[in-house]
């Protein structure tokens, strides 16, 4: 439907500012000095996406960029958009994309997303809805982040988002071990009691390129 539109620009960069996150996990905090907090590692991450699969993300569609000091990286999507209506395939309700990361952290620390911000464009008619769903876990482990957003039309902008997790519910990658970050988002639109005829979409990219996905680290020494 949106000929024209630019690539998704999703840009997810760690950053190392809730280096005393993990530090609060202390029973007995309120009651006794508080612990010194984690040294941010000198040495820089590596990130390598080992796969992108889904929907959202078909064979050519999608461009990863590492930064040069390795503490970003810029995912480009081209297919990324759900949409309803007019002449929208009937499969084009639902999009989603998983990436398995192999991020690669500084001898003697580790680290868990402490919180992510989105951000992305809709177009919803009246009577129309959408969701954004989102999780991400290490690789054989349960405990996720999965976090979900409705939006329901009249809608028609950019839209952003902002999941936080408690200290109590930090996952940690296990010390020593090597396992993938997999981060899988999912875009769904429902036309509802809408014009069927009229289109309604939800996308994670923008008319400006603007926008970004980041997500921030909590670090714990080992």
Known sequence: MRKGRKA???????????????????????TSPAAPQPPVPKQDMVIDVVSANGSGCPLGTAAVTVSPDNKAFTVSYSEFTAQVGADAAATAFRKNCQLALNVKVPQGYTYAVASVDYRGFAHLERGASATHSSLYYFQGERNTGRTKRTFNGPFDGDWQRTDAFGVSSLSFLPCGEMRYLNVNNELRVSSGWSDKHKASFLTMDSTDGNLDTVYHVAWKRC
């Open 8 to 30: 998704l620009i999703a840009t997810v960069a760690l950053f190392t500012s809730l280096a005393g996150v993990a530090t609060a996990m202390s029973a007995g905090a309120s």
